[in-house]
């Protein structure tokens, strides 16, 4: 991050802000919560913060970062004479202070444990506005806000604490958060393809599945801004919905793979004769992919759709063939669905 962020150029005789806004702004504190003055003081206090040869590795980072595995070696670097040791006042807070103490004196502010508060109930339990907006509007669940902040502050700033806090709240298991959450790109595509079953890496289809993450407006470790994806509605519009309706139901197209035909076994295995009804189906393939609570309207699509399929069984190779092609056809349209996409 000092690369990206330019601290390598922040020098104590010539400070570049970059790094300091971004803390407080994008990391830390979120907009309206520092000044102008602020983002100078802590600038200054991260001056001399740079890696091991900074021009060879401002080349290096341009050419490598998208490279497989992250090869790439950093190393950390102060240069004390770079430094400015000038008293500096950061947040109310005056001293001679160096990134360390900048570091500290964020992390106590009320505004921090809010800021990351809210990030972390947008990644775990429900979509909230994108960041922007957040200054101007209120949490969607200020208590959830609240109980998250307390489990911060009672623990030495600790996100540990706070993600303990969240994972055995109320408002974590509550049908409310239940599919309150658009899946990432990522999230879509990964979780797709464990369903499938074994994947090789590397193997087309991580390479497949890398382009399908970036048509879908995720590309991986390619963040539209140093800020990253917004998330939350920002991931559908009717192109990336297009790509990720083709994407699943193409990963899930094939019986003979080892994750779709478990879950095919595992269908035929949720009665207890050789054969079920296309209602039965459609059921069983909800509760195996998820389960998933479906609408009642997607639900009865899925079941007027599998119905040309009457009674089906699979006491032979023709009859096992027509259930497999049935299954698939079935698991294919439940990931179209708007409810596969949430989380």
């Keep these: 991050m000092i690369m990206w962020l330019d601290n390598q150029d922040n020098h104590g005789s010539n400070i570049n802000e970059n790094f300091g806004r971004e803390i407080l702004e994008l990391f830390a504190m979120g907009v309206g919560n520092y000044s102008e003055e602020d983002i100078k003081e802590t600038a200054r206090a991260f001056t001399g913060w740079s890696v091991v040869n900074p021009d060879y590795m401002s080349i290096k980072m341009r050419n490598n970062t998208a490279r497989p595995y992250g090869y790439m070696s950093w190393q950390f670097e102060f240069d004390a004479d770079d430094h400015d040791d000038g008293e500096k006042t950061i947040l109310g807070q005056t001293g ?23 990030h972390l109930y947008h990644f775990f339990v429900a979509d909230e506005l994108p960041v922007p907006q957040w200054p101007h509007e209120p949490p969607r669940d200020p208590e959830a806000i609240d109980l998250l902040c307390k489990a911060y502050f009672e623990d030495g700033h600790s996100i540990k604490s706070m993600l303990k806090a969240m994972f055995e709240s109320d408002f974590f298991k509550a049908d409310s958060a239940r599919f309150a ?6 999230e879509m595509v990964i979780g797709t393809m464990r369903l499938a079953g074994p994947v090789e890496i590397p193997s087309q289809e991580t390479y497949m599945a890398d382009a399908a993450c ?3 407006g995720q590309g991986l470790f390619r963040p539209p801004s140093v800020e990253g994806w917004q998330g939350g509605t920002e991931w559908i519009n009717t192109g990336s919905y297009v790509v990720r309706v083709n994407f699943a139901s193409q990963i899930l197209n094939d019986p003979n793979k080892v994750g779709v035909r478990d879950i095919i076994e595992r269908i035929k295995a949720s009665v207890g004769s050789g054969l ?7 059921d069983a393939c ?3 992919l998820g389960p998933l609570d479906v609408l009642d309207t997607t639900r009865s699509g899925l079941k007027n759709y599998a119905a040309k399929y009457g009674e089906l069984s699979w006491g032979s190779d023709d009859a096992s063939s027509q259930f497999d092609d049935a299954a698939v056809a079935i698991i294919q349209l439940i990931v179209t669905t708007q409810e596969y996409q949430t989380a």
């Design 96 to 118: 001679n202070w160096n990134g360390e103490d900048a570091v500290r004196i964020i992390c106590e502010q009320p505004a921090t444990a809010a800021f990351l508060a809210r």
């Design 286 to 288: 909800l509760d195996i």
């Design 276 to 282: 079920m009804s296309s209602d039965d189906l459609v």
């Design 181 to 186: 959450r658009i899946k990432s790109p990522a």
């Design 214 to 216: 970036g048509n879908m």
